[in-house]
């Protein structure tokens, strides 16, 4: 399979901090996608670096794993990076006292499965086009109304933030894995386009910027019929061929008011 | 005494300031307000007014230790600074994500507030996170042990004080509203009616005015609420430190709940009714039942409550709805 992915930081061009981090290795068939956490912790994006990159050739196909993995892990990581807090007590007090953290979201190809996983609200999808269906690890757009689980290295993974399962693959299909704020755009679009709005309109209650998002949503999609490939699927995958399409084609989805404000990650996968 | 008060760093002359408020007022508050997302090119901005004045040598109780309602007030304030500088400080930088001002009142004299930062800071009006590092009157440093999956580590922790506890003379509160209502103005200027999340002003006292009526007073929060940007208006939240008397109230939803209390029902009025994306943590947080009405008040309340309420005020990591709605780079 081969893939293609790009991101972008959520204040460019003014600012070009990004705390995202994934990994794409298409002969090994592992992809990542790790969310570094500014708003608790310290070296998130460092974190999230590492995380995607010791991301290990099997599936995470249940918390016990996540966790054994965590413990392996936590360690050289924690080795690293506390020795660079002790000339700035601030940055000491972060991380001893919040860690680092960060959302994940693996997939890996082992025969004809696709075995996904998510620990915090990145998102994993699978796109038939010939159906016009769309799975995805965790579907409810609800979930971004509360904080994420994150992955940290000061504390176990907990079984509320986790979520793992498989597909099988079949010819043409295609999968996606998006950090939250693309994830929930993929979601909410293709809830409107699909006449399930049930959801998206509880959210348009709230008095949130989610909540905007989401009455954004039913007004832009509500008249659009069942165009999922062609206004939302495929206009993803070509922003992903170049770094300038992939900032255009945020930028766009933000002005219209379909696109929270943040880091934006997404690895596409096909045959 | 005038109402607006100059404060050192404003920069324009009072009629320009006059005129370039007016101007940001004129656009309106957008449909959903409260939304806006703190980030470096959008900070917002909060106001802390510290009551220091005689009576606040009186005795309270908090984490276990007697000590004055100054001296537990200032370390409660110091940990909410240092809460906000940890937001900030990302990698080895720290963002400018607040503009954060601190005022006193009594303490240093019967008349009028003043401005607190000390050292080189003193005199400025709102500090941003990384200036707040280099204003910390002094820094304590601590031992703590602390087990990690297992592992024991012992670190000298550094925990930095910017105020100290202090109580004299008289309480001139209203002096403080308008000295935040005059740095309210200056801020709001700098953003250029940008969409930027509206200013937090914080009141923690523990007697009543001594330079206005209560109708001077209103008057004087009714025009600090009144300050908006297009995301909303200047948020005035008002606590009342426990005496050990009377009932605790907190968030009331209406003035009934306030009972005969005149001076729980002036906190009330003063204080601004609470945005919706609030509401799940207010009630969460003290316990509450979900209502449509919060007032951002708190009356007879002890350390505790203080403690929380500055979380629902402040964006700490206890508070994840408004964490969620502020979305420090999460």
Known sequence: MRSRQQSVGKEAPAYSDNEDASRTDDGAGIWAVADGAGGTGIYAGEWAQYLVRNVSKEPFRDLDQLARWLDNHWERFFNQYQPRTQGDYLIGYKFMHEGSGATLVTLHKQDEQMYWSVYGDAVALCFQPLTGELKASNPDPRQFESAPYLLNWLTPPQSKGFRANAWTHKPGQQYALLSDALGQYVLLAYAVLQGNRDSVRDLAQQPTALGSLAQGHLAHWCEKGSQFYELVWEPLRTALTSADAFKQYTEQLQAGQLLGADDYTAIFIED | MPDLQPVPSSALPVADLQKAVQDVLQRPVKARPYSAQIMRQTPTAFIFLIDQSGSMDERTMYRGQSLSKAAAVAQIINQTLLE?????QKGDEIRHYYDIAL???GGLNDERANLLWSGDMAGKAFLSPAELVKAAIHIEEVTVQRTIRGRVITTTEKRPVWLQAVHHYRTPMKSAICMAES???QWLVTQAAKDVYPPTVINITDGVATDATADELLACCDRLKNLHTVDGHALLMNIHVSDEQGKTILFPSKAAELGADQYARLLYDM?????????????????LDQR??????????DMDALVKFMNIGTPTQHNGHFIANLKLDL
């Open chain 2, 183 to 185: 740095l309210v103005k």
């Open chain 2, 103 to 105: 005022i006193g009142y």
């Open chain 2, 271 to 287: 204080s601004s009714e609470m945005p919706a994306p609030y509401h799940a943590d207010i009630a969460s947080l003290f316990g």
């Open chain 2, 292 to 301: 449509t009405t919060y007032v951002g008040m708190c009356s007879n309340a």
């Open chain 2, 84 to 88: 906000l500088m940890l937001r900030c």
